[in-house]
């Protein structure tokens, strides 16, 4: 491989794994505050792809606010699978129950949206953002993977700005240290729980518009792999923790793209590769502390 | 006679009785083959069910890959049958070889608690699936064809009576008590001397060795096999399968498979919609659960079915 | 030879020594108290006893081996035995699973015989439910065998955790608190139970509390801990006249008033 291929590859690599970072995201902020691997969340992931799809096909509208449109949409979603399938469980029932619970509701939207929908896949229309080859020296990239790794940094600075500078940030970050503190000192636990799936959800929708237009092609069971892989980013950064599922998402893009390029077979694997070795040597993940049970 | 033989009488006896009304049925043509191969898959997915039970139920290790093992009991069955072994030793030595990937597998996955534990299973399933799928040998992601269709209901039915009667009899003795201390404190069970990574994994290679005996009568059954029928979905609804039956009763996670398995071919004419069904059944039940309101008939027949149970179980 | 040697253990947990520097030694009959504040690493030091947590250096001797760094599990199989300060009783189970869990390990029966139930199986089930049932019988929880754990009031809990500890046949029996949240009148119960299972087992016994009057009254030696570094110790006369002790507990005015 020469230097360009790398570089070129390098920024393949970068780009899909920003997309992991953003859908990694909302499963971090899922278990740091409530402690669930949130299996519906790559579905929320696929439901953003098709809001985006269908305001784009239908309403005509350009790039910048379909994103929004399916961002807002993707918020409702995951806040309505909070509300009715998971508070009801929250504190009353096992781990176990929450995280079947969490399966359910993606088999739910996976095959309700088979149902609704087909399962053929559908193609974003063309003029959405055009591809253009760009140069950058000797390397050689195209425009929609510089676009989709600087709408994940973008979207990435403004999440850290929410949860450092504002309010609703600050609650987030109590509620996810001790619930039963941060209602004490007056904050709205639920409503938090609430905020912390609607932002993950918007997160994650931005990348099924993202993905949806970098493989013109999307289908209810797009989320599936992507999920795992995101999933393998957030253990992989330290779950829990924001800033780990960022670099978590960026190292496990990189790994993928280059392990494709040399074994493509493996591609279905990878991410559980990685994620297990990490799990088995530093199960923590490379910026999580190990926490061990008092006696 | 003892107690524990004069149970033991009873549940064979029952056993022999419900497989010859069954026969009966079958033969008289009122059972016809729809609903025998509805029957036989029931008989199926209670072994899986049962192997599962032990490594979710009774030792509290939640798996999310245990249809890895039955994907490496069918194909290995099947592939030691292709090279001339008898169907019978071809079955036993199916279920071994899952039992060893088993072993091989959980020792160091059950390092890992509780939602690691299971991810990091899910992705062993995952992975065995990919390799499967890449391996031209045995069919590669086409799947392997040409298996005889050996299974019969007199096989799928005694093997489930096997694996109640063995399982029965495993959490019942001093290596159960074991696999249960764990389910319920670790730290406290190493404390009373307890070597707590010996009996998980012993439940996860035992569990394996039953899934590889469902994969390889599962193989003769379909007479085809592909690696995506054995993917973490497969593990997803072995996993329901077990919660819904209640924590550590055989007679629960019997009866729940059983319903769990008609129900999908009971909707059948609901096409697409009967897939959306399933999961939302699902997702009541768990809120159901939590808010103590109960299924009246559901709760009826599970608990009649526990006290028949009681009675009957070789235990 | 001492049943129990410790020999200056430390443990730290990233930049916090826990315990620094812990020494001491025990008979085989001995009934040992060790006090001290909330936080002055004494669980800690059970910890080290039991196998949970390794000590980062020092030597532990126990009937003559060095048992550092062993798992809880072996450590338990040289027989020493412990409770917990938060009670970790399986739950679930009724009273007699609870003690018979501790003879899985003194038992030999393969899987192979339980599955196919050997006669070996149906004689160890026998001896097992034996001597649970006899320990059962000492600590008056008999009648409440079948009873689940969860249930049992609280004092009885703490009884059965001793029992089942005691399953293990241990020769020395390590009690986290066992008086913790007992009234006066149960705490007097528990006094003479102490000393009565040191003379029916002929064990060593060494205990976490924090109820004076039990200390003062059951145990021979008391060490006294504080911010991880043994402060004192002794016969409980010498312990309860100790201006350090009185300073420990009580801060520092009241020891020089």
Same mark, same amino acid.
């Given at each position: 491989?020469?230097?360009?291929?790398?570089?070129?590859?390098?920024?393949?690599?970068?780009?899909?794994?920003?997309?992991?970072?953003?859908?990694?995201?909302?499963?971090?902020?899922?278990?740091?505050?409530?402690?669930?691997?949130?299996?519906?969340?790559?579905?929320?992931?696929?439901?953003?792809?098709?809001?985006?799809?269908?305001?784009?096909?239908?309403?005509?509208?350009?790039?910048?606010?379909?994103?929004?449109?399916?961002?807002?949409?993707?918020?409702?979603?995951?806040?309505?699978?909070?509300?009715?399938?998971?508070?009801?469980?929250?504190?009353?029932?096992?781990?176990?129950?929450?995280?079947?619970?969490?399966?359910?509701?993606?088999?739910?939207?996976?095959?309700?949206?088979?149902?609704?929908?087909?399962?053929? !896949?559908?193609?974003?229309?063309?003029?959405?953002?055009?591809?253009?080859?760009?140069?950058?020296?000797?390397?050689?990239?195209?425009?929609?993977?510089?676009?989709?790794?600087?709408?994940?940094?973008?979207?990435?600075?403004?999440?850290?700005?929410?949860?450092?500078?504002?309010?609703?940030?600050?609650?987030?970050?109590?509620?996810?240290?001790?619930?039963?503190?941060?209602?004490?000192?007056?904050?709205?636990?639920?409503?938090?729980?609430?905020?912390?799936?609607?932002?993950?959800?918007?997160?994650?929708?931005?990348?099924?518009?993202?993905?949806?237009?970098?493989?013109?092609?999307?289908?209810?069971?797009?989320?599936?792999? !992507?999920?795992?892989?995101?999933?393998?980013?957030?253990?992989?950064?330290?779950?829990?923790?924001?800033?780990?599922?960022?670099?978590?998402?960026?190292?496990?893009?990189?790994?993928?793209?280059?392990?494709?390029?040399?074994?493509?077979?493996?591609?279905?694997?990878?991410?559980?590769?990685?994620?297990?070795?990490?799990?088995?040597?530093? !199960?923590?993940?490379?910026?999580?502390?190990?926490?061990?049970?008092?006696? | 006679?003892?107690?524990?033989?004069?149970?033991?009488?009873?549940?064979?006896?029952?056993?022999?009785?419900?497989?010859?009304?069954?026969?009966?049925?079958?033969?008289?043509?009122?059972?016809?083959?729809?609903?025998?191969?509805?029957?036989?898959?029931?008989?199926?997915?209670?072994?899986?069910?049962?192997?599962?039970?032990?490594?979710?139920?009774?030792?509290?290790?939640?798996?999310?890959?245990?249809?890895?093992?039955?994907?490496?009991?069918?194909?290995?069955?099947?592939?030691?049958?292709?090279?001339?072994?008898?169907?019978?030793?071809?079955?036993?030595?199916?279920?071994?070889?899952?039992?060893?990937?088993?072993?091989?597998?959980?020792?160091?996955?059950?390092?890992?608690?509780?939602?690691?534990?299971?991810?990091?299973?899910?992705?062993?399933?995952?992975?065995?699936?990919?390799?499967?799928?890449?391996?031209?040998?045995?069919?590669?992601?086409?799947?392997?064809?040409?298996?005889?269709?050996?299974?019969?209901?007199?096989?799928?039915?005694?093997?489930?009576?096997?694996?109640?009667?063995?399982?029965?009899?495993?959490?019942?003795?001093?290596?159960?008590?074991?696999?249960?201390?764990?389910?319920?404190?670790?730290?406290?069970?190493?404390?009373?001397?307890?070597?707590?990574?010996?009996?998980?994994?012993?439940?996860?290679?035992?569990?394996?060795?039953?899934?590889?005996?469902?994969?390889?009568?599962?193989?003769?059954?379909?007479?085809?096999?592909?690696?995506?029928?054995?993917?973490?979905?497969?593990?997803?609804?072995?996993?329901?399968?077990?919660?819904?039956?209640?924590?550590?009763?055989?007679?629960?996670?019997?009866?729940?498979?059983?319903?769990?398995?008609?129900?999908?071919?009971?909707?059948?004419?609901?096409?697409?919609?009967?897939?959306?069904?399933?999961?939302?059944?699902?997702?009541?039940?768990?809120?159901?659960?939590?808010?103590?309101?109960?299924?009246?008939?559901?709760?009826?027949?599970?608990?009649?079915?526990?006290?028949?149970?009681?009675?009957?179980?070789?235990? | 030879?001492?049943?129990?040697?410790?020999?200056?253990?430390?443990?730290?947990?990233?930049?916090?020594?826990?315990?620094?520097?812990?020494?001491?030694?025990?008979?085989?009959?001995?009934?040992?108290?060790?006090?001290?504040?909330?936080?002055?690493?004494?669980?800690?030091?059970?910890?080290?006893?039991?196998?949970?947590?390794?000590?980062?250096?020092?030597?532990?001797?126990?009937?003559?081996?060095?048992?550092?760094?062993?798992?809880?599990?072996?450590?338990?199989?040289?027989?020493?035995?412990?409770?917990?300060?938060?009670?970790?009783?399986?739950?679930?189970?009724?009273?007699?699973?609870?003690?018979?869990?501790?003879?899985?390990?003194?038992?030999?029966?393969?899987?192979?015989?339980?599955?196919?139930?050997?006669?070996?199986?149906?004689?160890?089930?026998?001896?097992?439910?034996?001597?649970?049932?006899?320990?059962?019988?000492?600590?008056?929880?008999?009648?409440?065998?079948?009873?689940?754990?969860?249930?049992?009031?609280?004092?009885?809990?703490?009884?059965?955790?001793?029992?089942?500890?005691?399953?293990?046949?241990?020769?020395?029996?390590?009690?986290?608190?066992?008086?913790?949240?007992?009234?006066?009148?149960?705490?007097?119960?528990?006094?003479?139970?102490?000393?009565?299972?040191?003379?029916?087992?002929?064990?060593?016994?060494?205990?976490?509390?924090?109820?004076?009057?039990?200390?003062?009254?059951?145990?021979?030696?008391?060490?006294?801990?504080?911010?991880?570094?043994?402060?004192?110790?002794?016969?409980?006369?010498?312990?309860?006249?100790?201006?350090?002790?009185?300073?420990?507990?009580?801060?520092?005015?009241?020891?020089?008033?």
């Amino acid at each position: 491989m020469t230097l360009v291929e790398f570089l070129q590859q390098l920024i393949n690599g970068l780009s899909l794994g920003s997309v992991y970072a953003l859908i990694a995201l909302g499963y971090t902020m899922v278990y740091g505050i409530i402690g669930l691997i949130n299996f519906a969340h790559c579905d929320i992931y696929m439901v953003g792809a098709y809001i985006g799809f269908f305001v784009s096909t239908d309403l005509h509208l350009p790039f910048v606010p379909t994103l929004i449109v399916a961002m807002l949409g993707s918020a409702i979603a995951g806040v309505l699978v909070e509300r009715f399938a998971y508070k009801p469980l929250l504190r009353k029932a096992s781990s176990i129950s929450l995280l079947i619970t969490a399966m359910g509701v993606s088999l739910l939207l996976e095959n309700g949206f088979n149902a609704v929908f087909g399962g053929s !896949p559908r193609s974003y229309p063309h003029n959405i953002l055009t591809q253009k080859s760009i140069s950058l020296g000797p390397v050689r990239t195209d425009s929609l993977h510089l676009i989709i790794l600087l709408t994940s940094v973008v979207l990435m600075v403004l999440l850290q700005i929410v949860i450092y500078k504002t309010k609703i940030g600050k609650a987030m970050r109590a509620t996810s240290a001790d619930k039963d503190a941060a209602a004490l000192m007056g904050i709205n636990v639920n409503a938090t729980i609430s905020a912390t799936f609607a932002i993950g959800s918007a997160l994650a929708g931005a990348a099924g518009v993202l993905v949806g237009i970098l493989y013109n092609s999307i289908d209810p069971y797009m989320g599936i792999q !992507p999920g795992i892989k995101a999933f393998t980013a957030a253990v992989f950064g330290g779950i829990g923790m924001i800033p780990g599922a960022f670099l978590g998402g960026l190292i496990l893009g990189v790994i993928e793209t280059f392990v494709t390029a040399w074994y493509s077979p493996l591609s279905g694997a990878i991410g559980f590769i990685v994620l297990i070795v990490i799990l088995i040597i530093k !199960p923590s993940g490379l910026l999580g502390k190990k926490v061990s049970e008092k006696v | 006679m003892t107690a524990y033989g004069k149970k033991l009488a009873i549940f064979l006896a029952a056993s022999v009785a419900l497989f010859a009304v069954l026969s009966a049925l079958m033969f008289q043509g009122l059972i016809d083959a729809y609903l025998q191969r509805i029957l036989m898959t029931i008989c199926i997915n209670v072994i899986l069910a049962l192997s599962t039970n032990l490594i979710i139920n009774f030792t509290g290790q939640l798996t999310l890959g245990h249809s890895a093992f039955m994907a490496i009991g069918a194909y290995a069955a099947a592939a030691i049958f292709k090279v001339g072994v008898p169907f019978f030793l071809s079955i036993v030595l199916g279920s071994i070889v899952a039992a060893i990937f088993g072993f091989l597998i959980g020792l160091p996955t059950l390092r890992l608690k509780g939602d690691y534990l299971a991810i990091t299973t899910m992705g062993f399933c995952q992975i065995i699936v990919v390799l499967i799928q890449n391996i031209s040998q045995l069919g590669g992601a086409q799947g392997m064809t040409g298996i005889p269709g050996k299974t019969n209901f007199a096989w799928v039915f005694f093997s489930m009576i096997f694996t109640i009667l063995i399982l029965s009899h495993v959490v019942k003795s001093r290596q159960g008590r074991a696999m249960i201390s764990v389910r319920e404190d670790e730290i406290a069970a190493e404390a009373m001397g307890i070597n707590t990574t010996r009996y998980k994994v012993m439940a996860f290679t035992l569990g394996a060795f039953f899934a590889g005996l469902a994969g390889g009568l599962y193989a003769f059954l379909m007479m085809f096999i592909e690696p995506t029928s054995f993917n973490y979905f497969k593990s997803i609804d072995l996993v329901i399968y077990v919660v819904l039956g209640g924590s550590g009763n055989f007679a629960g996670c019997i009866a729940s498979t059983t319903i769990l398995t008609i129900l999908p071919e009971a909707l059948r004419p609901l096409n697409d919609y009967r897939m959306v069904i399933y999961p939302l059944l699902l997702i009541v039940i768990m809120i159901l659960r939590v808010k103590n309101i109960r299924i009246p008939w559901l709760s009826d027949f599970f608990s009649r079915f526990r006290k028949g149970g009681d009675k009957n179980a070789a235990a | 030879m001492p049943l129990l040697d410790i020999d200056r253990i430390s443990i730290r947990f990233g930049g916090l020594t826990a315990v620094s520097e812990f020494s001491m030694s025990m008979e085989k009959n001995d009934i040992c108290g060790l006090i001290g504040p909330n936080g002055a690493g004494k669980t800690t030091v059970f910890n080290m006893l039991t196998g949970v947590y390794r000590p980062n250096s020092g030597t532990i001797r126990f009937d003559g081996e060095s048992i550092a760094g062993l798992k809880p599990y072996d450590i338990t199989g040289k027989r020493i035995s412990r409770t917990f300060q938060n009670i970790r009783l399986m739950k679930n189970l009724t009273v007699l699973e609870n003690v018979k869990i501790s003879f899985v390990y003194q038992t030999k029966c393969s899987l192979a015989s339980s599955i196919l139930r050997l006669p070996s199986y149906f004689r160890e089930e026998e001896e097992v439910e034996r001597q649970s049932m006899e320990l059962l019988k000492v600590f008056h929880l008999d009648g409440k065998k079948d009873e689940l754990a969860t249930n049992l009031p609280y004092g009885e809990q703490r009884r059965l955790e001793i029992a089942r500890a005691l399953a293990t046949k241990p020769k020395l029996l390590l009690l986290d608190e066992p008086a913790a949240g007992m009234n006066p009148q149960e705490t007097q119960e528990l006094a003479e139970l102490i000393r009565w299972i040191r003379k029916e087992f002929d064990i060593a016994i060494l205990l976490i509390e924090h109820d004076m009057r039990l200390v003062m009254s059951v145990c021979e030696n008391i060490i006294v801990l504080d911010y991880g570094k043994i402060i004192a110790e002794g016969e409980p006369e010498k312990i309860r006249n100790d201006p350090k002790v009185i300073e420990a507990y009580l801060g520092e005015e009241a020891a020089h008033a």
